[in-house]
């Protein structure tokens, strides 16, 4: 299999149908496009996909165009987080966007029981 290299887009019409048909770990981030602190996340997750490949998918999800992704996962910041296991929500995941800092992130956050998707 070939390690995702970039990041993918999701949108309202296919958010839950891209998750549910991706194996393993995804994280989806919730971006503007004024945003600063989403573009250094972005820089730094595609750091994280050259350093660390094929431990998930990554996927982006525009706030200002798709709103009822953002009203139904009560995204109130962003950047925003999610991690996914096998289709199914686990938790917000809160990290530094630096690339040695998600993965802790994200394995700690791994380690411990999935929550409830808001």
Do not use: W
């Not at 149908?17 to 981030?29: D, K, R, S």
């Not at 919730?30 to 998918?57: I, V």
């Not at 950047?79 to 040695?100: D, N, R, T």
């Amino acid at each position: 299999m070939l390690a995702m290299t970039k990041i993918a887009n999701l949108t309202d019409l296919n958010f839950h149908h891209v998750l549910a048909a991706t194996p393993g770990t995804a994280l989806v981030f919730f971006t503007a496009p004024n945003c600063g602190a989403c573009r250094s996340l972005k820089l730094a997750l595609g750091k994280y996909l050259h350093s660390y490949p094929a431990t998930l998918s990554v996927f982006e999800v525009d706030a200002v165009h798709n709103s009822a992704l953002v009203n139904a996962l009560e995204v109130f910041h962003l950047p925003a987080l999610f991690l996914y296991v096998a289709g199914h929500y686990h938790c917000e995941l809160h990290s530094e966007p630096l690339p040695a800092h998600l993965y802790r992130a994200i394995q700690t956050a791994l380690s411990l029981p999935a929550q409830e998707e808001p």
